[in-house]
């Protein structure tokens, strides 16, 4: 069993920055991801990063600006978050999951495909004004 912990969300004007973290406990994930949903759309993927290889996903949307990275030691994911937009305004989960082939490369490619979680946060929320 896994729990993600988030936090770091805030309010910020356009242009600032945030940092958010997700601390996970128990069994250690190899694929772990950032989502977000904006008010009345749905959960959209924003990056995920494999452990295995280092190997990152971002959408389109926030490539250039966001940054996924990964602790060991902390067993912790963040997401950096910079030159934030309105359109950024979401609460943001930390998803995560273990893949088991041993091939690291078909481990990662599964990963960054973005379709598959275990566990999912409880999320933070981010609100950028304009």
């Known amino acids: 069993q896994v729990r993600l912990v988030e936090s770091g969300g805030g309010s910020v004007q356009a242009g600032g920055s945030l940092r958010l973290s997700c601390v996970a406990s128990g069994n250690s994930e190899n694929c772990l991801s950032w989502y977000r949903q904006p008010p009345g759309k749905e959960r959209e993927a924003v990056a995920g990063?494999?452990?295995?290889?280092?190997?990152?996903y971002y959408t389109d949307s926030v490539k250039g600006r966001f940054t996924i990275s990964h602790d060991n030691a902390k067993n912790t994911v963040y997401l950096q978050m910079n030159s934030l937009k309105p359109e950024d305004t979401a609460m943001y989960y930390c998803?995560?999951?273990?893949?088991?082939?041993?091939?690291?490369?078909?481990?990662?490619?599964?990963?960054?495909?973005?379709?598959?979680?275990?566990?999912w946060g409880q999320g933070t929320q981010v609100t950028v004004s304009s």
């Open positions: 990063i494999y452990v295995g290889d280092g190997r990152t």
């Open positions: 998803g995560a999951h273990r893949f088991t082939s041993r091939s690291t490369s078909i481990n990662s490619a599964a990963c960054l495909r973005m379709s598959v979680w275990s566990y």
